[in-house]
């Protein structure tokens, strides 16, 4: 939970129990948007060539993922104020709507315009679960309990990538449109059974419902103390004014910013992405016996086991630790890939058959150090990093920012990879790597342990200390880094 330097952490002798569910909970809001972001691989080939059932041509499916990108562009700045307006719970349970909606116009869709609506939709969830659930998750969660269960966003994205690709390899375009309709709504109705974020209750002045709230997360009825800290904490943080000019100038939330959007910048560049657009190419060339449904069922589910033990793996080695440690393997891996790929595709009078097996082990590797690092860094640490008053404008200026450029990445890698081959986008992602590991260990702050209040202090930095008629004030330095 948002608890504070204030704090003398007593909710050590309380239970955690709650906590740990509702973290569960809104995690697993995630599976369908991870359903959702991989339906394209399995069913966009099945609805290019059903030309009886589908008057739909390859063009228009290319542009599905783009409409989904944009979607999420113009909707998460207004879901991020919204759970300010209606409150963190309420904002996350509309996810079920356009949910439902996507799938049953997929089910019955024959045209492309069909498909874009159904793909604006699911950018509209996608919008939400980006924008909320992080920040559901860092303020009814204790540091321990968030260190240890804050991936489970990431673990049910995995998870819905991993059913996806499952159910496409053996049902058609409408059988898993009804095997996904029930999912949004069983978890939606899961959901209303957790408590609000008190952080959202302080905010609104609401204070028996923050304290109700405090006394079911913590599993103890005194909770007075808490709530006292916690209620100073959220004061302070609203005290700022929360504007536009605050986003930028104010040192906290400026420090804020760069680092989460150099963490998405960084996730998109790390080749993820990559990976996942050529398992199958990857698999089919390595192991011929696989197919690509095969080879992209084997890739899902080894992203699902590994990011199960990544919280544990980041707890012990802290943030900036296991980001640095992640990208730099990372980039020797994507480096040898490179290197690879030009002997195969630019030597012609050479075989190279005998070392085949290196994309296979380097994506195995990848999957196994990036699941620690970038893969999970930038959806745990947006739960941190931003104050109270500013949270809302910041998150949604970074999920705009951050589909914008996934946008461009993807465009970038196609024409890349299409014009000159594939060593040429990896040896970027290389490169793209290397830096980011090297100014990871500048920007990035240290969170492990710390509560949100302790991370706002330390954003912050020094602060120059007032002195007037006798009394002394804190004054922030709202210079520029």
């Known amino acids: ?24 909970s809104a995690g697993s809001l995630a599976i369908t948007p991870g359903i959702t972001f991989s339906w394209s691989a399995p069913f966009l080939p099945k609805i290019t060539k059903d030309k009886e059932n589908y008057d739909i041509t390859e063009e228009e499916v290319v542009r599905f993922q783009a409409v989904s990108f944009i979607s999420v562009v113009i909707f998460c700045p207004i879901f991020s104020k919204l759970c300010d307006v209606i409150g963190r719970k309420r904002t996350l349970l509309l996810m079920s709507i356009p949910d439902l909606l996507a799938w049953i116009l997929i089910a019955n869709a024959e045209r492309a315009h069909a498909f874009y609506l159904a793909k604006v939709l699911s950018g509209i969830s996608n919008g939400i679960m980006l924008a909320v659930v992080p920040t559901y998750i860092g303020e009814i969660s204790e540091p321990e309990v968030r260190g240890t269960w804050g991936n489970s966003v990431t673990v049910f994205f995995y998870a819905g990538q ?3 690709t499952v159910v496409g390899s053996y049902y058609s375009v409408q059988t898993s449109c009804y095997i996904f309709m029930p999912i949004p709504v069983v978890f939606g109705f899961l959901f209303t059974f957790m408590p609000d974020s008190p952080v959202f ?34 004061d302070r943080q609203m005290s700022e004014r929360g504007t536009w000019r605050d986003l930028f100038l104010i040192k906290s939330n400026r420090k804020a910013l760069i680092a989460l959007t150099f963490l998405r910048f960084s996730q998109i560049l790390s080749g993820s992405v ?60 994507l480096f040898i890939e490179s290197v690879y790929f030009y002997m195969d595709e630019q030597v012609t009078n050479v075989d190279f058959s005998y070392w085949n097996w290196i994309p296979v082990i380097g994506l195995v590797l990848f999957v196994v150090i990036s699941s620690f690092g970038i893969d999970i860094m930038p959806t745990l640490m947006q739960a941190e990093l931003f104050s109270a ?30 014009s000159f081959g594939m060593f040429l986008p990896i040896l970027i992602f290389a490169c793209c790597n290397a830096i980011s590991a090297i100014i990871a260990s500048y920007i990035i702050p240290e969170t492990r342990g710390r509560t949100l209040e302790e991370i706002q ?16 004030y804190e004054k922030c330095n709202l210079n520029i880094l």
């Open 162 to 164: 991993l059913f996806v």
């Open 274 to 333: 990559m990976f996942v657009i050529y398992i199958g190419y990857i698999f089919e060339k390595s192991v011929g016996t696989f197919t690509s449904e095969t080879s992209s069922i084997i890739y899902m589910a080894l992203h699902l086991l590994l990011s199960l033990s990544a919280s544990f793996i980041v707890n012990l080695l802290g943030r900036k630790k296991s980001l640095v440690y992640s990208l730099t393997p990372c980039s020797i891996i």
């Open 389 to 418: 008053a500013i949270k809302a404008k910041g998150i949604g200026l970074l999920l705009v920012l951050t589909a914008i450029m996934a946008v461009i990445i993807n465009y970038l890698f196609y024409l890349l990879s299409s």
């Open 457 to 472: 202090q330390d954003m912050k930095g020094p602060v120059r200390l007032m002195i007037d008629d006798g009394k002394v």
């Open 201 to 234: 209750f302080l905010m609104k002045g609401r204070h028996e419902e923050a304290g109700n709230s405090l006394r079911r997360l913590r599993g103890r009825n005194d909770i007075s103390t808490d709530l006292e800290a916690l209620k100073a904490d959220v």
């Open 1 to 24: 939970m948002a608890e504070t330097a204030n704090s003398k952490r007593l909710s050590d002798d309380g239970k955690q129990c709650l906590q740990i569910l509702a973290t569960l």
